[in-house]
């Protein structure tokens, strides 16, 4: 069991920045691929970053390619997605899932949601113009 949870939502305004994390605890943090998802309101679960288990690869959605970068620090058993440049479009609860890479490789499943085994209680980010 891992248990997954995020912080650093909240209000900014548009063209800011902002800082997720996601504190993880119980099985080892270092096997499993890390990835930041967003649900916006009337939308579906959206894939925004993801990171492989030793942090060596990172994948970004098109629309925040440029703006987001993702991170990690397995000793401090966190994920981090750094958010700059946010838009009025950014605004959704922010979601972190954990991915096990010994059942998946990232490069193929990376960006689908329903491969991912552990998530967070989600974050909420809102941008104002």
């Known amino acids: 069991q891992l248990q997954l949870v995020e912080s650093g939502g909240g209000l900014v305004q548009a063209g800011g920045p902002l800082r997720l994390s996601c504190a993880a605890s119980g099985l080892t943090f270092s096997s499993y691929a890390m990835g930041w998802f967003r649900q916006a309101p009337g939308k579906g679960r959206e894939f925004v970053a993801a990171i492989s288990w030793s942090g060596g690869i990172t994948r970004y959605a098109n629309s925040v390619k440029g703006r987001f970068t993702i991170s990690r620090d397995n000793a401090k058993n966190t994920v981090y997605l750094q958010m700059n440049s946010l838009k009025p479009e950014d605004r959704a609860v922010y979601y972190c899932?954990?991915?096990?890479?010994?059942?998946?490789?990232?490069?193929?499943?990376?960006?689908?949601?329903?491969?991912?085994?552990?998530w967070g209680q989600g974050t909420q980010v809102t941008v104002s113009s």
């Open positions: 899932a954990a991915q096990d890479q010994t059942r998946f490789l990232f490069v193929n499943y990376y960006y689908l949601y329903d491969k991912y085994d552990y």
